[in-house]
């Protein structure tokens, strides 16, 4: 079981030190392409390939240039000397940037993937162990009919497939690479050098691109990461709902000397799908940022950048660790499936309604028709559920009582109706067809 989420491993993909290290890596991977190209020579490459960058000495300088980049490139041409004068060559800031992200996006994308994969296994096997454990299906947070809580999980899974079918093509949208100068002509770096990098780097070549890398790429990405954390809050919600006092179906871990409440002793609240569901909405509110990134002005502007260095970090550590956190939750549920089958029979077998209705008119009785009859009978017996004296199987009794209803349906052929397998037999058939 994962018991607590480890900041580091997707953080240290964002750190300041690992950009800037892929920044470097770009620019020598550049420097290798004009030496294939003969451009820089050997000797020069040799020294080349010994290049550092200085942190501290590129704050010293970002103090006075207020450009990272230069500051960049500035701090490792002061230490190369001569040699110096090859790094950046033909190049602009948005090749190192933009393909540099595209390499951060991969690698995040990787852990992303890693952990939707993870918590599907984990629902996986809540769906098969609870395959056939009855509960009350809802609608409008009405009881409707008998489901299983297995079919609820097997949904979700399904939902979970589609998240990683999506996820897969944004990455393969978002990790391109561009090394085509200022304003992407390639006037000033061939794109063979531009092929060979991006190669070089397990990147996409993006076909064609202004001096940066087309932001709807970036939007796409985002949006996905947003929809994913839907998702999630739907499920979590669903379990937030099932953990209420009234229903006490389904509940979150709880664990040993947690407690609930600061003010009162007994509350064991469902404080993990809360989380969820409140970063969700956080995660929404980066994906419109990132829509409204991909219109520039003309070749390129910088207004997506500042954005950018928030939107794409934060999403990518918020929604690994929501991934992480509702796995444990998956793997800690606590189900109690007698609750559940207290609360389905609660209203006295009026989730059985719809059978009831169409056997009347399988025995010839009018749609219509039957349909009030059967509704007389439901309001009944949600007059007892109300004043909470419903004993046994109301509906069915109040059914074999009403004398309409006898002269179609014996009290045998109502009790037959009122059997749960009808609604189980072919949840094995939805199982197949979502590969469970």
Known sequence: MIERYSLPEMAAVWSATHKTDTWLEVELLVCEGWAREGVIGQEAMERIRQARHNS?????????????????????????????????????????????????????????????????????????????????????????????????????????????????????????????????????????????????????VAPISSQTVQRDRHAHFLTTLALIGCSLEKMAQEIRHLQRTELSEVFEPFASGQQGSSAMPHKRNPELCERICGLARVLRGFSVTAMENVALWHERDISHSSAERIILPDACILLHYMLHTFTRVIQGLQVDAERMQHNLDMTGGLVYSQRILLALIDKGMGRQEAYKLVQRNAKKVWKLASNGTIQGPALLEALSEDAEVASYLSRDELQELTSNDYYVKYVDTSFKRVGL
């Open 56 to 204: 501290q000495r590129m704050q010293e300088i970002e103090q006075e240039t207020h450009h990272d980049v230069i500051s960049f490139l500035r701090s490792i041409q002061e230490q190369l000397g001569a040699e110096g004068r090859f790094i950046h060559l033909g190049l602009t800031s948005s090749d190192v940037l933009d393909t540099g992200l595209a390499v951060q996006i991969k690698e995040a994308g990787r852990l992303l993937t890693s952990a939707v994969h993870d918590l599907a296994q984990a629902v996986t096997q809540a769906a098969v162990q609870y395959k056939y454990t009855l509960m009350a299906g809802r609608t409008h947070g009405i009881h409707a009919e008998p489901i299983t809580f297995g079919l609820k999980l097997a949904l979700w899974y399904d939902e979970l497939r589609r998240c990683q079918q999506r996820l897969a093509t944004a990455l393969e949208q978002a990790t391109v690479g561009k090394i085509s100068g200022a304003v992407g002509t390639h006037a000033t770096v061939p794109p063979q050098i531009e092929e060979f990098v991006c190669e070089r780097l397990g990147l996409a």
